[in-house]
């Protein structure tokens, strides 16, 4: 088992910058690549970006890169978020999730059903 905790999220004014945190627990964890999500009412949970096990490979979501940084801490067994650049469309809840290393190196990184386990999400508000 993994348990997932995320920190970090709030209320925050366009164009301004948050860092999310996610800390992994669990005999395994150090053994899973991890994602970013994120769902606004009403839609469906949408993939972020994705790091590896080792960290030297990341995936992102078209329409975050050059705005979002995702990162980690294998010592802390800890993942990390940086948002820069929000916009009010950034709302969201924000969920990390784990996924085994096969399947991030089989690209199926992107899919929700993909990922073996979740944390409970924090808010992100972007509004002025």
């Known amino acids: 088992q993994v348990q997932l905790e995320e920190s970090g999220g709030g209320l925050v004014q366009p164009g301004g910058s948050l860092r999310l945190s996610c800390s992994a627990s669990g005999r395994t964890s150090g053994n899973y690549a991890m994602g970013w999500f994120r769902q606004a009412p009403g839609k469906d949970r949408e993939f972020v970006a994705a790091?590896?096990?080792?960290?030297?490979?990341?995936a992102y979501a078209d329409s975050m890169k050059g705005r979002f940084t995702i990162s980690r801490d294998n010592a802390k067994n800890t993942v990390y978020l940086q948002m820069n650049s929000l916009k009010p469309e950034d709302t969201a809840v924000y969920y990390c999730?784990?996924?085994?290393?096969?399947?991030?190196?089989?690209?199926?990184?992107?899919?929700?059903?993909?990922?073996?386990?979740w944390g409970q999400g924090t808010q992100v508000t972007v509004s002025s």
């Open positions: 790091i590896s096990r080792s960290g030297g490979s990341t």
């Open positions: 999730a784990a996924l085994a290393s096969y399947k991030y190196n089989r690209g199926t990184f992107y899919l929700p059903s993909a990922y073996d386990y």
